[in-house]
């Protein structure tokens, strides 16, 4: 579900028609839904109800778009410093800030703990011995989950797993439990309950399933052991539909299945969805700059490239490609290869996509960009950062302007041998 729709033959996002952004603003832009941002926090937050939903802030780390969802009650999954630090700018409560991730350093450590964040999602020894001598100098408490690894395949890709043995994340399964034990006697450390997260983009409840299965029976060991555990974070959300084949399941399902595996045990729960909530949020608009025929193939080159939109070369995703003017129903579509200008084969969007006939100065869009576009983004190959723009109805903010070429070079220093 999605505010994306042609209207009188022209792509608009809610009210707003993308082509007169992209006039105004220029293309590449990324621009987001505010009704798709509510609508997906809305419909997960009643689902699993009264969890505090916490968004993934890597996924998309716009100011505007965290704002947007903070509003409405969500909290945030930050993964460093810098992101902790725009959870807060966005009025993001410190009591809804999760800090996940395998290598805090104790800057960053301390800055959560002065913040007074709800949790530190701990994933080694050396971190939770680290956290607690850091928790005893400062003064300090430190509230905490220790992130377990469950050793389950999540299906998905693998750069995107990370609940298997062979990953680098959480507390292998077997340690788990004396890990816990030794973290609930340490001082300077409260020991709230466990965390756990598998991977990305899982369009099954089955991985979940099992994970959550291993972490119940894991709760239920501990308070045997006489460790009490009063929370549960359940890591990242659902997969989302990149094209109309995937369905994953919905999120009344998902929260079911959560009820079934955990909901006797009486904690209380944390969800870091990041893609569910903003993937279907945003587009990304760019512009075609030469329709190349090379005899043997036409490519279609635009002006977005793998360093604004990273997915397809990195993990050979599929993003589908709307044109911003409607197609006419009897158009002849012929099959083009939509590539950048960044100069590797790489920086292919997609092959043999049938499309209608393409002219230099055509818009088209890149669906389902709102998670890990912007947020994964470079300056790779001297290319400015694309503007953000968010759409609210009738009304639209570039919420993220493009810089100046002059700041992009603002920080470099030339040494005074040159
Ligand atoms: N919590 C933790 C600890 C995570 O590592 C992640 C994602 C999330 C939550 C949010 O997961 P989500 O709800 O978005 O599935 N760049 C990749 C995805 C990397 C995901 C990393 N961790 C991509 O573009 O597919």
């Excluded at 033959?9 to 990324?30: C, H, N, Q, R």
């Excluded at 969890?51 to 505007?64: G, I």
């Excluded at 020894?125 to 377990?148: C, D, F, N």
């Excluded at 990305?200 to 119940?216: E, I, V």
């Amino acid at each position: 579900m999605h505010h994306f729709a042609y209207r009188d033959g022209t792509l608009f996002a809610e009210d707003v028609s993308l082509a007169a952004i992209a006039s105004e603003v220029g293309t590449p832009f990324y621009c987001y839904s505010t009704a798709t941002l509510a609508r997906h926090y809305d419909v997960l937050a009643e689902a699993v109800a009264p969890a505090t939903v916490c968004f993934a802030v890597k996924s998309n780390a716009s100011l505007a778009v965290l704002k947007t969802l903070s509003l409405r009650g969500a909290g945030a999954d930050v993964v460093s410093e810098g992101e902790l630090r725009l959870a807060l700018r966005a009025g993001i409560p410190a009591s809804k800030i999760v800090f996940s991730g395998v290598g805090k350093t104790e800057r960053e450590l301390a800055f959560a703990l002065v913040s007074g964040i709800r949790q530190i999602n701990v994933e080694s020894i050396p971190e939770l011995e680290a956290l607690s001598a850091l928790a005893q100098r400062m003064g300090k408490t430190a509230p905490i989950a220790i992130r377990v690894n469950p050793d389950v395949d999540a299906h998905t890709h693998e750069k995107i797993s990370t609940g298997g043995a062979e990953h680098k994340f959480g507390i292998a399964f077997v340690d788990a439990l004396a890990v816990c034990r030794r973290a609930h006697a340490l001082p300077g450390i409260n020991f709230r309950g466990l965390a756990v997260h598998i991977g990305s983009q899982l369009t099954d409840l089955a991985p979940f399933r099992a994970a959550f299965t291993k972490l119940a029976s894991l709760v239920v060991a501990l308070r045997d052991a006489g460790v009490p555990v009063a929370h549960l974070d359940m890591g990242g959300g659902l997969g989302i539909p990149y094209t109309a084949e995937t369905v994953p399941p919905t999120p009344a399902e998902y929260a079911a299945m959560v009820r079934e595996t955990v909901g006797h045990l009486g904690c209380e729960l944390t969800f870091e969805p990041g893609r569910m909530l903003v993937g279907n949020a945003g587009v990304l608009v760019s512009k075609v700059i030469y329709v190349k025929d090379t005899g043997t193939k036409t490519f279609l080159v635009v002006d977005a490239g793998m360093n604004d939109l990273i997915r397809p070369a990195m993990y050979a995703a599929h993003h589908d490609i709307l044109t911003v003017a409607e197609p006419a129903p009897d158009a002849q579509r012929t099959p083009m290869d939509v590539v950048g200008p960044i100069c590797e084969t790489g920086d292919t969007f997609d092959r043999n996509l049938d499309l209608p006939p393409m002219h230099a100065g055509d818009l088209i869009a890149f669906c389902s960009a709102g998670a890990y576009g912007a947020a994964m983004s470079s300056t790779y190959n001297g290319r400015p950062l694309v503007p953000e723009v968010l759409v609210n109805g009738d009304k639209r903010c570039v919420t993220r302007r493009r810089p100046s070429y002059d700041e992009m070079v603002a920080l470099e220093t030339l040494p005074n041998w040159l």
